[in-house]
């Protein structure tokens, strides 16, 4: 039995170029219309660490920057994003040098499994781009699109307060 | 997914030429819904018409005093623009109140409008649904129907419009800009969306061929007194059981003129504009916001399982009327 991938495509099909920049690094690739952003980072870069949960946004796993940006790769397609900065879990940390809200993770024991991880950070770190966490409330209320099943949620929301700097309590 | 073929076009009228040419083509936005619907082939898209080069990104004001959201601004820069949180705070509370931020960055005003309903009968290709194979039946009639409507639907369709941010548009009044092959043209909001009646696969009155370009919000935005309401079954990213939009116009205790509408209720924002009319010259106190909301309940009709809507909606409605009279703050 063989498997149908998308290069068996039938050549009828049109695939478009795209130039992404991909954690600083320029790629220009074909690519089937219907490639989502998630599938090309893992199954043409190479770049795992971004995860495949629902694949329906429903549970943030997938979570990558755009243009410094949160959104779900599942629910966009590659080449919808042609030209754009697009930022993954592998290009947050400066050679050994970890990103601030990796280490706070890690300090704070924001995780168990560790499947949805690479979302909340790059969530959090997006957020923080958006200046939006102002609050406890902020980071639990904006958080809430990425789903840790393991519930680790009040380590998750001490790790981002950290970085953030957000204060206790309710959003003015 | 299955295959399709994609395009992304840099003139209006070269989206409009394309979607008439095309067989099967849509227009993709955000794509949040969309892609999502294409992936449980629930629609199944020949073509893609990407509207993302097109000039409909900006949020300027309109001549009359009024505000214009380009139909490709997303969901995140509407609410946290500066003049839709001023002049439009309950526009701004109801968008914030949908989705998550990652969808909200991604999803546009326009596909925002025209997103379909949750009903899982609607997304299940293993059971009948009308509104996507019409004559098919409805599966939510006799079957679970506790997130269903109790407004208007009809024996072939009692799901859902599901937007938060439409309940707010509705009761703003807003107006849809939208450009087809016969050109430019306006239509009120509450005319913009559809009750089901026999027609359930149709959601919207726009043709095959037309775009959104804006949606324009009158000068009166309610901003001193108005709020939004959404109660659903957990805190945050879930969709409305019941929402509420409200503004009210105050002089004094005395109410100018008034804006209600509900959500999660029916196949459209549901607007009540009888109940609106209720509340002008009236005392903003909680009898009267009791007496307006038992009148729009009145002609509620429920299924088996969500009767209960009828009394959540009646208390909501009171609870966002106090809410807004108090300034906006729940």
């Excluded at chain 1, 995860?51 to 959104?71: F, M, N, R, S």
């Excluded at chain 2, 199944?44 to 990104?57: G, K, Q, V």
């Excluded at chain 2, 009024?66 to 968008?95: C, F, H, K, W």
């Excluded at chain 2, 005395?254 to 196949?267: D, E």
């Amino acid at each position: 039995m063989s498997l149908t991938t998308v290069q068996d495509a039938p050549a009828l099909v049109m695939k478009t170029r795209i130039t992404l920049q991909i954690n600083g690094t320029s790629y220009t690739l074909d690519v089937a219309p219907w490639t989502s952003l998630l599938d090309l980072l893992r199954e043409y870069i190479g770049l795992a660490g971004t995860k495949k949960g629902c694949d329906h946004g429903q549970c943030g796993a997938c979570t990558v920057l755009a243009d410094g940006k949160p959104i779900n790769s599942c629910l966009t397609l590659a080449t919808m994003r042609d030209g754009q900065q697009i930022t993954t879990i592998e290009g947050l940390s400066s050679g050994e040098q970890l990103h601030p809200m990796q280490q706070a993770f890690l300090d704070y024991d924001g995780f168990q499994c560790g499947y949805c991880t690479p979302g909340q950070i790059c969530l959090a770190v997006g957020l923080l781009n958006q200046n939006l966490l102002k609050t406890t409330d902020d980071i639990r209320e904006l958080m809430s699109g990425t789903i840790c099943r393991c519930g680790a949620y009040t380590n998750i929301v001490a790790a981002v307060q950290e970085v953030s700097g957000a204060h206790e309590g309710a959003s003015k | 997914m299955n295959p399709f073929s994609y395009a992304k076009p840099g003139q209006l009228a070269e989206a409009v030429t394309a979607a008439t040419s095309t067989e099967a083509a849509k227009f993709i936005g955000g794509g949040t819904n969309l892609l999502d619907l294409m992936k449980v082939n629930v629609m199944r898209p020949r073509h893609l018409i990407d509207l993302n080069n097109l000039p409909l990104r900006t949020i300027e004001p309109t001549a009359d005093g009024g505000l214009r959201l380009g139909a490709l601004a997303t969901n995140a820069e509407t609410a946290y623009n500066a003049q839709v949180r001023q002049r439009y705070p309950m526009l701004s509370d109801a968008i914030l109140a949908g989705a998550s931020a990652q969808l909200r960055n991604m999803a546009t005003n326009g596909g925002n409008l025209l997103q379909r309903t949750r009903c899982y009968y609607f997304y299940d290709t293993g059971t009948p649904c009308n509104k996507r194979t019409p004559g098919e039946g409805c599966s939510a009639l006799q079957g679970f129907n506790r997130i269903h409507a109790i407004f208007g639907a009809s024996e072939q369709c009692i799901a859902t419009h599901p937007s938060d941010m439409c309940v707010a548009l509705a009761a703003l009044r807003a107006v849809v800009r939208i450009t087809g092959k016969n050109g430019e043209r306006t239509i009120p909001f509450d005319d913009f969306h559809r009750l089901p009646g026999d027609t359930p696969h149709l959601d919207a009155n726009l043709a095959e061929d037309e775009v959104i370009t804006a949606v324009d919000l009158p000068p009166e935005g309610f901003a001193d007194h108005s709020a939004y309401l959404k109660l659903r079954d957990r805190a945050s990213y879930a969709f409305a059981l019941v929402s509420v939009a409200v503004g009210l116009d105050l002089e004094g205790e005395t109410i100018r003129s008034a804006a209600l509408a509900l959500g999660g209720v029916a196949h459209k924002p549901w607007r009540d504009q009888e109940a609106e009319a209720l509340l002008v010259g009236k005392t903003a106190n909680r009898n009267q916001f009791t007496i307006v909301a038992d009148a729009v309940l009145a002609n509620a009709r429920p299924y088996r399982d969500n009767a209960f809507k009828v009394e959540m909606a009646k208390r909501a409605i009171v609870r966002a009327l106090e809410t807004a009279r108090e300034g906006g703050k729940q």
